[in-house]
């Protein structure tokens, strides 16, 4: 009895991990339509109010940013959101350095390039994912062809 109680915990717990991993992201979205919302009365209180409806409209605006900035410093700092290390140490690669293929493997690599801000990997090249770094990587011999350093630190 105690076991199936066990298992039944554990995979509610399992499924309950993407459903909060929504949620954040979900109230980041939520915020950030706070801020055009108040961005918008803002103007509405520019063209059409006194200076004490632009006063309000303005504090509005300062406040939505900051709980805002609040959030997304929260969501930096969940663990679940933490979660690439790579299982060997960080290590600066320049351009026309040799990569091992272990370092290019699939688990390292984007999934989806232009959301990265980089223009799409040609023929027989790969973005790969090296801690805060993005490394543009032939795939054929495991020479680097680009570096961005610290690519990842902002997201």
Do not use: C
């Not at 520019?46 to 959030?71: F, I, L, N, P």
């Not at 390292?108 to 805060?132: C, E, F, I, K, Q």
């Amino acid at each position: 009895m105690k076991k199936m109680k066990f298992l039944t915990a554990g995979l509610i717990a399992a499924m309950m991990v993407p459903a909060m991993a929504q949620a954040q992201t979900g109230e980041l979205r939520r915020d950030r339509q706070d801020i055009r919302k108040d961005q918008r009365d803002l103007n509405h209180a520019q063209r059409y109010g006194d200076h004490r409806d632009v006063r309000d409209a303005r504090k509005d605006v300062r406040d939505s940013k900051r709980e805002y900035r609040q959030d997304v410093r929260d969501w930096r700092r969940d663990t679940r959101y933490q979660n690439y290390r790579a299982p060997f140490r960080y290590q600066q690669f320049a351009v026309g350095s040799t990569l091992r293929s272990n370092y290019y493997a699939p688990s390292y690599r984007p999934t989806w390039d232009s959301r990265w801000g980089v223009p799409r990997a040609g023929r027989n090249l790969t973005y790969v994912r090296h801690y805060n770094d993005l490394l543009l990587v032939n795939e054929r011999n495991g020479r680097v062809v680009k570096v961005y350093r610290n690519h990842f630190r902002w997201r």
